[in-house]
């Protein structure tokens, strides 16, 4: 087969998994500041933690804040699980991050830091507001679209989430889930209390092989290969280069788009404002803008479920360079 | 990012993912003989294809065929996602196939047509006997490691899974579920009763989803696109020279471990060995065989958990060259 070819020599460098295993998750702690005692664990996709986070930290209730499709899908996975599913949506033109009250039953509290689908951001220092007033409840976090940009502090997080093909400029297929040891201990709960937490991805069984720096299935060692490579890449280059290189060209689309006299930017308060996915509104002529700039090469997002026709959506990546952000503004 | 610019190129002909998801059904359905009605998934792994097929198809009783460690494997996450498990193990060196009494509760036969940690070749014809008696349970099947070269009947077959590592030489990384209608019914009727049937990739949404050529998660494209070239270039060659081919090479290695002195095939009884992943037991020189091997290039399996030492496993797909099975047994 032609295709064994072209990946032999990359299975030759990973003929040592665990040597593999033990690089990346090293290299994305220290890229991510992510506390020695967590763990993490390689899956499929960011849908896939949001099922394994409910069964293995739920008993009966999660709360869901939800800021758009992605906070939906995940209440609407944990309802499929059996879950008493509690959720508050925060509307997208919300001045002021809302006061929650949390009820007492809620065992859980999950959260899309950054819906892709919006480009609502959920600023960082209200996470942590969040876990000092619900202390003992477990908080987790959809950061597929956010990371490596996003600054969490781990000492107030309990669970995180992405995919390789964000923020990582990965094929699609390998997702990152990182827990806290209240994490595992919940699980621990609920084994005992004989409650179904999966099988062979349990976060207890994605645990005890991660300790041996193996993954429960063949692993994907491809994208955990590539992952790797980005992720010391990455380290080389440094997360406050990056954070500032994101910075500069968010600051630069937003104003074009806030100068512009048919379009602007769907997120109206500043702090919910995307870095990362930012969304515009442009009156129904997306799929018009759309073929136009994929003609010059560049693929921009339609809008998002009901949005399609209304929305464009610009990723800002670290893959995503200066100048083609500059030549896309020109054809917008 | 460098990786971006590898995967360009292979994206730039994905564009049109529902093609890509068309192409690569309607080809393995072609190549592996899958009735029109079937409908075929993509998953991240063969271990989750047992989840999910336990999950959709399994109210409370699974009945398990084991004859190696991925059948035990098996069982055990039908356990762990809280199900009644009934086995029955065929000992490896049993000369005959059992009489299978299955109980009247089993709704579900599960069984590792291939287990690649024995090297237990279950005749594909006595799957279809075992339909025929029990036409009213459904029955599930593990090809992971004999697929493309085994024959399954999908009349007399509900649920056939694979992983693209063994038999197509592709990274890992993806699973592929084959389902029948039947499967499908019975889902409904699990969720009637308000059955717990997993989330994101419970059946119900894999199937929806897949009737508009599309997945649940962001799709596996580079995989899934690796898979449709080889599964192209199997329909080029045809299955009936592959498997002419893969007999020819498993008759020359089994007939020189059957007149070796010191070492022999490990399965004695004939219709039980597997053309495709031969297991020999070679006295406890297993880890000396196999370093022996590698300084030549060729990277051979050790046995399975407790016979780690005493067995070499070969593999016999269809990447696997005449002549590099010829210089392994030279060095044997």
Sequence with gaps: MRTNDIFKHIYSYCKKFKNLFKQTTEGLKKLLNIPADFQIFFVSSAVESM??????????????????????????????????????????????????????????ICLTQNDTSTGFWIPPEKILALKKRYPNKLIAIDVVSSVPYVNIDFKFADAAFFSVQKGFGLPAGLGVLIVSPDVLKKTE?????????????????????????QTPETPNVLNIYLLNAVTRDMLKTGLAKIRKEIDEKAKIIYKFFENNKKYSPFIKTLEFRSPTTLVFDVKGKSEKLRKKLAKKGYILGAGYGENKLNHIRIANFPSHKLKDIKSILKYV
Tied chains: 1, 2.
């Design 51 to 108: 099922e394994r986070i409910i069964q293995g930290c739920c008993h009966q209730t999660s709360f869901h804040i939800i800021t758009g499709s992605f906070g939906k899908a995940w209440a609407k996975y944990a309802g499929e699980l059996g879950k008493n599913v509690l959720t508050y949506t925060i509307a997208t033109d919300t001045t002021e991050f809302p006061d929650l009250q949390i009820p007492k039953e809620a065992e859980i």
């Design 189 to 213: 709960a609920l084994l005992k209390k004989k409650v179904i937490i999966g099988s062979y991805h349990s976060l207890k069984n994605l645990s005890e092989k991660a300790l041996n720096l």
